[in-house]
């Protein structure tokens, strides 16, 4: 019982002990498509920096917010509740205050008007954020995956470019052996 030399599209079949080369154009997919998650790798990288504060600072004008107002939202699912609160940002360093800035809270408690808290506000931005939050955590895990899938893609998808000479090579000293 033996197998025909050539497949349909004129590849001849992989014996047990080789790999089967990926098409051209399933490779050519796969090069693209990794260059594509490196580029978002990149860019979320930039954006984390830019956003998120972690060992290498943290973005924006270190200030105080003064409440005028808090809400809470529960969310569906057995989330947690988180408030939500607004008022005006004053920095630290002087210059305007910045009001209708908002914090989002992970701590729900009776935060009365008029109380400060310490916040950081990014250039142009409506939202503050306290510091000592572990964001930046998820955010590097995140990274590191779109990094790995990136190089796995790329060096599948560069396999399939550089496999045809390299495999006819391997055929040719296996049959002068």
Known sequence: MSRPADRS?????AGPDQVRPVPRLLGGAALAGGIALLAAAVWFGVWTVRTTA????????????????CGTSHPS?????????????????GGSPVPGV???????RGWAAGERIPVRLRPNAR????????????NAFAFLVLIFFAV?????GRGSFHRSGAVSERREGRSSA
């Not at 699912?77 to 360093?93: H, I, L, Q, S």
């Not at 939202?127 to 998820?138: C, E, N, P, V």
């Not at 796995?152 to 599948?156: F, G, L, Q």
């Open 152 to 156: 796995v893609a790329i060096h599948v």
């Open 9 to 13: 599209d004129g590849e001849p079949d």
């Open 77 to 93: 699912g057995g989330d947690r509740p988180t408030m939500t609160c607004a008022g005006t940002f004053v920095p630290d360093a």
């Open 102 to 108: 908002s914090l989002r809270l992970d701590s729900v």
């Open 127 to 138: 939202t503050a954020y306290r510091l000592g939050g572990h964001d930046w955590i998820s």
């Open 54 to 69: 972690g060992p290498w600072g943290s973005p924006g004008r270190a200030g105080t917010l003064t409440i005028a107002r």
